[in-house]
Each structure stands twice: as structure tokens, then as C-alpha cells.
């Protein structure tokens, strides 16, 4: 190696360790795959860079993210094992560097093209730690030159400290997240031991059995539904939740929310309207999702307006995006606690005296939305009302 060489190496190693004690600093896994694939294009001098994740137990491999374009098109996308770079890499967990990837037939081509880009030269190494492989980190057209054998050692160093912490920041989300869940299950367990215990007593009366029959009713409904949140927090956290992305129709969708939510709304004695223009662009990205959120916004707007309030779903297209909002009359959120409002399990305080909840729902609809690209907005004032806003972007 020459003397200029070996600098530049050095220099490399040093990035590489500065890299790695920012990796440290954070548990948050959305931040923490940026990191690696801004620090992976710029120690090996390329283009982009993204990381693939692989699910063992499904044998599946998927884009999670890249450093340029990171849209609803790309997250979730799949990627073929038997018959891609990525899935070779994989399965012989070893390295690969493609000068010409038009003369590579495992090159998936569907990918670069989805993402309008042409993948022209390509240096893939696995993502191990603990002897498993949970994914791929690719670099992507090298700016001068080839990919040479120092880029590949290069990002084989950071592919290390990369699987680790991914691996940590898995973990901690699981352990942090188990153990708010055990918290949370304490309450609706009292119950249902008070209840239970007090159904042994003879001398009850009918109408006090029938009360406590239904108090554990609805404590069995809301450990159905705590545990379904868990999941589905749990899955979009660690990345396993993949978007199916397809053009839909968001006048139907939306109209079949309303549909779903009408009669509760109209039972708790809150009128409710829908205005949604005839001819709304088409949308891309996924319905069931997409569904879930506008669901649990307006799932808030029935439970935090008091009767004789009203909710408005409304849907407008801008020149690029297109806007859906749910608005309220109810009791409003003080300014100091919009800032934790999509905070896991926050509740504003007295929340618990209108309707139970577990403060997930707005952390569940900050996540969709912002895996497809777009952003949520919140207005609101006490005793007036509350609007939120979400933002989708509108692909051609
Ligand atoms: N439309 C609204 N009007 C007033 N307060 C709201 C509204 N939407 C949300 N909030 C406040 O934000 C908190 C968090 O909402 P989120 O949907 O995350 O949880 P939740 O409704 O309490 O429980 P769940 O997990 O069942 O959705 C709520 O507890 C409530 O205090
Ligand atoms: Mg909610």
C-alpha cells in the first residue's frame, strides 16, 4: 500500500470509529438506519446507499431504507431471495461488489426502476451480528472509479457495528415496550380480579351480577384491543410491519370510514359530517393502513367530544398533496402537552375520565404517515375543538 493509500485508509478507520460511537448514542431505530446509510455512501464514495432487512422466519428480505429516496415506494418493498444480489449475499454471507450490474442477471431491476434511479455499479455486504444475518447494507454507483477492496473492507467494518446496533435498538424496543405493556395490563387485571372475586359471593343480587358480568366484559374487549395496539406498535417499531403499497381510491376509503364510525358517533349524541370532493387524485400507498389511522383519529374525536359536539372529515387536494382532516368540537389538549401528544402511552392528564385508552393510537398514526412520506399536523384549544391534519403526498 502506499504511503497516500494507507492515509486515506486511516483516515477511513477514523471515520468508521466516530461513526460507530454515534451509532452508540442512539436506540431509535428509524434514526439509527439513516445514520448507516449516509455514513456507508460516504465512506465508500457513492451515490446512495440502503439497507435491505431479512426476516428469517419468513424468509423475506425488504427495503427499509435509503439514504436519497426513502418514500412509501420504497419502504417494505420485497425483494426476491432466490434470485437477487441482495438475497446471494444473504444466503452466503459474504460480500459482493458488481461493477456492471446490467451484466448481472440477480441484479432486481424492478427496484431500480420503481425507484427512478438506474443502479449502475453496486457493493453489497451482510449485516451480522450474533451469527445471524438480519439484512444487507448496499452501496450504490460509485462516484470515481470502481468499488475497490478497500470500500468493500470498509463497509464490511461499519456492516459490523451496524448489525449490532440494530440489533440493540431491537432489543431495548422490545424490553421498553414489554415492560410497559406489563404495566399497563395491571389495571384491567384488578378489575377483573375485583369482579371475578366478588361474583364468588352468594349474596349478590341479580343486578349487581349483571353489572359486574359486563364490567368484566369490557375489560376483556380492552385487553383485546391493548394487545392488538401492542402489536401493531411493536411491528412498526422494529421495521417487520411492511407497508403494501398499491394505488387506491381515497374517496372510498374515507367514506367507508365514516361509515364505520356514523352509528357510535350518533349514539354518544354527536352529529357528524363528511366533505370530500367528487375527483380526488389517486393515492399511493397502503389502504389498510392509511385506514387504521384516519380511523383512530376519528376513534379520538367521538371519545373526546361531549355530547351534542360534532366531527368533520374532510379531504381537500393541493397542488401536490393531498390533505385529510378530522376536526372536533370537544374538550380540546392544552398547548404545553401538543409536543408529547404522539409520544407512546401519553395521555393528557384527566383523559381516563372521558374514555379509557392506552395513548398509543396517535403514536400508531404517526408512524403510518410518516412511513408513507407524508406528516401529521394538530390544532387545537381547550373547550373549542380539535383538528388534526395529515398530509400524504400525492406520487405520479
Ligand atoms: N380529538 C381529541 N380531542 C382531545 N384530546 C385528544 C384528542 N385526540 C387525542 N387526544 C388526547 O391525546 C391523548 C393520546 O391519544 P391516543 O389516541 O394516542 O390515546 P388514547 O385515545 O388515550 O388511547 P388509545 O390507545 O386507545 O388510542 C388522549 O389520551 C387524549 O388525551
Ligand atoms: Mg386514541
Redesign the pocket.
Known amino acids: 500500500m502506499t504511503d497516500k493509500a494507507e492515509i486515506s485508509q486511516i483516515s477511513r478507520y477514523k471515520k468508521i470509529i466516530s461513526i460507530s460511537r454515534d451509532l452508540a448514542s442512539t436506540l431509535d431505530l428509524d434514526i439509527l438506519l439513516k445514520r448507516i446509510v449516509q455514513a456507508a455512501a460516504e465512506l465508500t464514495g457513492a451515490e446512495a446507499a440502503s439497507i435491505l432487512l431479512y426476516d428469517e422466519r419468513l424468509e423475506r428480505l425488504y427495503f427499509q431504507v435509503a439514504s436519497q429516496f426513502d418514500g412509501p415506494l420504497l419502504r417494505g418493498l420485497d425483494v426476491p431471495v432466490e434470485s437477487s444480489i441482495a438475497g446471494w449475499i444473504v444466503k452466503n454471507r459474504q460480500p459482493m461488489i458488481i461493477h456492471d450490474t446490467k451484466q448481472d442477471e440477480r441484479h432486481y431491476q424492478q427496484v431500480g426502476q420503481s425507484l427512478g434511479i438506474t443502479t449502475k455499479s453496486l457493493l453489497g455486504v451482510p449485516l451480522i451480528a450474533k451469527d445471524k444475518v438480519s439484512g444487507v447494507l448496499e452501496a450504490i454507483n460509485k462516484r470515481n472509479g470502481k468499488f475497490s477492496s478497500d470500500d468493500q473492507e470498509a463497509l464490511m467494518t461499519l456492516g459490523v457495528q451496524a448489525a449490532v446496533a440494530i440489533e440493540n435498538s431491537r432489543l431495548f424496543q422490545q424490553f421498553d415496550l414489554i415492560s410497559e405493556f406489563v404495566h399497563e395490563l395491571r389495571t384491567p387485571l384488578a378489575s377483573l380480579r375485583t369482579a371475578t372475586h366478588l361474583l364468588t359471593h352468594p349474596e349478590i343480587t341479580d343486578d349487581k351480577r349483571e353489572q359486574l358480568a359486563k364490567n368484566i366484559q369490557r375489560e376483556r374487549v380492552r385487553l383485546a ?2 394487545s392488538t ?1 401492542f402489536l401493531n406498535v411493536a411491528r412498526l417499531e422494529s421495521g417487520r410491519s411492511q407497508f403494501q403499497i398499491d394505488a387506491f381510491d381515497l374517496n372510498v376509503l374515507l367514506n367507508e370510514c365514516f361509515q364505520l364510525i356514523i352509528d357510535q358517533a350518533e349514539e354518544s349524541g354527536l352529529f357528524c359530517n363528511i366533505e370530500i370532493p367528487d375527483e380526488l387524485p389517486m393515492i399511493k400507498g397502503d389502504c389498510d393502513k392509511i385506514k387504521q389511522a384516519v380511523l ?2 376519528l ?3 367521538i ?3 361531549l355530547a351534542g359536539g360534532r366531527v368533520l372529515l374532510k379531504a381537500e387536494a393541493a397542488p401536490d398533496e393531498i390533505h385529510i382532516s ?1 376536526s ?1 368540537t ?4 392544552p398547548q404545553k ?1 401538543l409536543d408529547r ?2 409520544s407512546k402511552f ?3 392528564p ?2 381516563e375520565r ?12 404517526k408512524r403510518i404517515i410518516e412511513g408513507h412520506g407524508g406528516h401529521i399536523e394538530v390544532e ?1 384549544e381547550v373547550d373549542v ?2 383538528t ?1 391534519t395529515i398530509h400524504l403526498l400525492i406520487t405520479p
Open positions: 384491543e391493548m395496539d383512530n383519529l376513534s379520538n374525536a371519545k373526546y367530544t378530522i372536533d370537544g374538550v380540546g389538549i402537552y401528544l404522539f401519553f395521555r393528557v384527566g383523559s372521558m374514555s379509557q385508552g392506552t395513548g398509543l393510537g396517535l403514536s400508531i398514526v387545537s375543538g380539535t388534526f
